[in-house]
């Protein structure tokens, strides 16, 4: 495993739900954090008790390029390293093939895919630089199989395994490592409505942060393309 000390992780969307669990597990394991939020100051709010010696928060939103490059260019001048780069944001919208709402496509796209892909693309340089660069999209379950009719979500979630793939290709010989996380059902607010399943029965947020933990610490030779992780049992994972 490597040493968390001095590595700095980006975390996009960590003022709630599985970011912040990803940011408090990272913070605990002594890693350097860049958070990144829409609303600033829920985000302040929402980790202040872990202060601000090995932690910085950024506005961050997927909607707005600008506030990408200001975020990565404010971490590079506070800490003056990235290692690590977990792009969590996201949103779920329910469309079907049969929708006619292209601007609801448009925002699962911008928000889901190109998000992350501007990110990756902005925090590549310093990524390589590492040596031992990391990148951690949440994808999800929805992006390994098509169970109900949500064409929008589980299409912008395939496109995430893509670009995942598509990365690993690129920076491979630059000791970049890069995986999609595929979870099912994990107990935040974009599954409180979700009735098919019991809250308690959902993956615990901190579970799924301990698992990205432990992919950013894998040394470059042991990389993780893909970590499917689920809740219950389907046929095919
Ligand atoms: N929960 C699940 O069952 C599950 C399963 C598989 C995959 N995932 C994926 O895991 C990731 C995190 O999900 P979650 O369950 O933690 O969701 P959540 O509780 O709904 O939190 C979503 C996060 O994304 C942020 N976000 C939304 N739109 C954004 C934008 N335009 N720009 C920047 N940030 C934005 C939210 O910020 P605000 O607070 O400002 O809205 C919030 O921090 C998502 O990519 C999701 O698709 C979740």
Not at 126 to 149: C, D, F, H, Q
Not at 167 to 188: E, H, I, K, M, S
Request: neutral net charge; proline residues 3%.
């Amino acid at each position: 495993m490597l040493s968390p000390q001095g590595r700095v992780i980006m975390v996009s969307g960590a003022n709630r739900g599985i970011g912040l669990a990803v940011a408090r597990c990272l913070h605990g394991k002594g890693y350097g954090l860049s958070l990144g939020g829409r609303d600033t100051e829920a985000l302040e709010a929402a980790v202040a008790d872990l202060g601000a010696e090995r932690l910085m928060t950024h506005r961050y939103d997927a909607l707005d390029r600008a506030s990408s490059e200001a975020w990565v260019a404010a971490t590079v001048a506070r800490f003056g390293r990235i290692d690590g780069l977990v792009n969590n944001a996201g949103i779920v919208l329910h469309l079907t093939v049969e929708d006619d709402d292209e601007e609801a496509f448009d925002r699962l796209w911008a928000v889901n895919v190109k998000g992350p892909l501007r990110m990756i693309r902005l925090a590549l340089p310093y990524l390589k630089e590492s040596g031992e660069g990391r990148i951690v999209n949440l994808a999800s379950a929805s992006a390994k199989r098509v169970p109900n009719t949500n064409a929008g979500y589980a299409m912008s979630k395939f496109a995430v395994v893509a670009l995942t793939h598509a990365t690993r290709q690129l920076v491979w010989n630059d000791g970049v490592r890069v995986t999609a996380v595929c979870p099912g059902y994990v107990a935040t607010d974009m599954t409180a409505g979700v009735a098919t399943i019991a809250r308690q029965e959902m993956i615990p947020p901190g579970d799924l942060a301990e698992l990205v933990a432990t992919v950013i610490a894998l040394p470059n030779n042991a990389a993780v393309a893909e970590l499917v992780v689920n809740c219950r049992l389907e046929s095919t994972l």
